[in-house]
């Protein structure tokens, strides 16, 4: 079976632009969680979808957003970027919701710079 | 608000030896934990977790982890390393929320 696959796997942008991240849920997985992990920060929930659905959402600002499609992959965007959101953001997929009790896997997550 | 602290940002140990890796948490309520490891270059993979019952659980790659109630706290340990153990941990809780992640404890074990 597949693991959870994320493109690209590493980015480099400039201040000011946008960049679309995508993730691929194990087959039959339908709830999409993402978190950004920093140096600083450590690893932060950004939010989590399941049907389509956003479910939960961190304390994030407006400019990172994420949508899910029908066939469980996800998207998140983030606009107009600032150097600190270089980050590695990662992709966690489960069967349910509910993330307290049903085991995530981790995707091998998107590395990106912003210059 | 729950919270998670690991106390030690680093633990080195030499192969063989056994490890304890630190992990207290805050929370008001019932609370599920997790362990997760990290290679380099890598997403995270569960150790172990608890939710419920026993408060020694029992992991993947010899680790298992005690779940004390009044000390909040949730210590990994694994009594003889190896060189491939060496990675980046992170404990987590969950109160029926998404996951609150520690800082992480990077254990290199050494030859």
């Known amino acids: 079976k597949a693991g959870v696959t994320q493109t690209p796997r590493y980015l480099i942008k400039t201040r000011g632009q946008q960049v679309t991240l995508s993730c691929s849920p194990i087959?039959?997985?339908?709830?999409v969680s993402w978190y950004q992990q920093t140096p600083g920060q450590g690893l932060q929930f950004l939010f989590e979808?399941?049907?389509?659905?956003?479910?939960n959402k961190g304390n994030f600002p407006g400019r990172f957003s994420g949508r899910q499609f029908s066939n469980s992959r996800s998207e998140m965007n983030v606009s107009t970027l600032e150097l600190g959101d270089s980050a590695l953001y990662l992709c966690?997929?489960?069967?349910?919701?509910?993330?307290?009790?049903?085991?995530?896997?981790f995707g091998p997550g998107t590395r990106l710079t912003v210059l | 608000a729950q919270s998670v602290t690991q106390l030690d940002s680093q633990v080195p140990v030499f192969e063989e030896a056994p490890v304890e890796l630190r992990c207290n948490y805050s929370s008001s309520v019932s609370v599920y934990l997790f362990w997760y490891v990290q290679y380099p270059n890598q997403g995270l993979q569960l150790l172990l977790k608890?939710?419920?019952?026993?408060?020694l659980v029992k992991g993947i790659n010899g680790f298992e982890a005690e779940f004390n109630k009044s000390q909040t706290s949730f210590h990994l340990r694994k009594p003889s390393v190896h060189i491939s153990d060496t990675a980046e941990y992170f404990c987590?809780?969950?109160?029926?929320?998404?996951?609150?992640f520690g800082k992480g404890t990077r254990l290199s074990v050494i030859a």
């Open positions: 979808y399941f049907s389509e659905t956003q479910r």
């Open positions: 987590a809780v969950s109160e029926n929320t998404p996951l609150v």
């Open positions: 087959s039959g997985h339908r709830s």
């Open positions: 608890y939710l419920s019952g026993s408060t």
């Open positions: 966690a997929s489960s069967l349910a919701s509910g993330i307290n009790t049903d085991t995530q896997y």
